[in-house]
Each structure stands twice: as C-alpha cells, then as structure tokens.
C-alpha cells in the first residue's frame, strides 16, 4: 500500500490509525469500553492505556505498509474525536483478493446510520483502491444490530460458524456473510 488513506463522508473523516492518532483510540476505548465489552474479545486493564493503545496503533500502520490490514479510525467532523472505528484485517491477494471486516461505534452515535456511512466509505475503498474482490464479515447471532447494518451494506449470509470466536471470554457461535465486489 501507499502513504495513508483519508476518506471523507458526510459526517466523519477515515484516517489510518497511526501512533500519532494512538490517543484518539484510548479516548474512545476508555469512554466505550462497557459498550464494546460484550461484543470483543476478554481485555486486560493493560489494553486501556497510553503504551498499549501506542503499540496497537504501529501495529496497524506495520500491517497497513506491509500490505495486509487497512484500520480506520473515523473522526468526527463536529467533536474532532473518534466516533468508530472501521478494520479491513487479514487481506489476502492472490486467488482469493480478500479480507475479513471488523468495525464499532461510539455509544452516543448508534443507531443514527453513521456506521454505514463509514463502512461504505471504506467498502468502496478496498474494491476500488485495492482490487479486492471480497470482503467478509461475521457477527454474533444475538447481535441484531450488526446483523441489519451487514444487511444494509449488501452483505449475504454464507453460513453460521459453531464457537467461531471467544467474545467477551465465552466461545460464541457466529454468523458468516460476504460482499462481493460488484465491479469484478
């Protein structure tokens, strides 16, 4: 990949993380971290500090060089703070040109169609800049809200995954969708 993406929508703007914006992951990890807790994986107090979020974000933007992840961090334009986040993981060139999707929002931003505006922001990104030809996403079959937003984005259910994912410290059962690109 090349020098870091910036996406404009309505109401927010995609950023690749970076450590420069690691503060901005803490500050919406710290104010959501009881909204986001039943639906991602068990966390330590160590998660919830400056060096930890600093590590994570040169993780992302490693990954983000080497070509394999593409981590968003989507600020917006009124408060000038992360409201979501939106991850494009585990991008696979070759036969397959694909990858896996992952995102969340701030609490007081749900249910507002912010979320899809930044993921579609995003979807159109990977196909159109990147040439990927598939995206998938998974969620928990309890979680209606991503069920409806997958939904809205063009996702299809492809199949439902037994104890797919430790969420939350329990093995949860997931449901499995894909987007495929439409231009080819």
Known sequence: MSSPT???TERAVLVQLHPDNAHL???????????LEPWEPARTEDFYTPESCHRRSESAYRAFEDGVALHFIAIGRQSQRMIAGCNFTNIVRGPLLGCNLGYSIDREHEGRGLMREIASAGI???FSELGLHRIMANHAPRNLRSE???????????????AYLKIAGKWED?????LINPVG
């Open 174 to 178: 997931m449901v499995l969708n894909s």
């Open 124 to 126: 159109d990104h990977v």
């Open 6 to 8: 910036f996406i404009e």
């Open 25 to 35: 992951l803490l500050a919406y990890q710290m104010a959501n971290r009881a909204h």
């Open 148 to 162: 409806q937003l997958l939904r809205r984005l063009g996702f299809e259910r492809e199949g439902y995954a037994k």
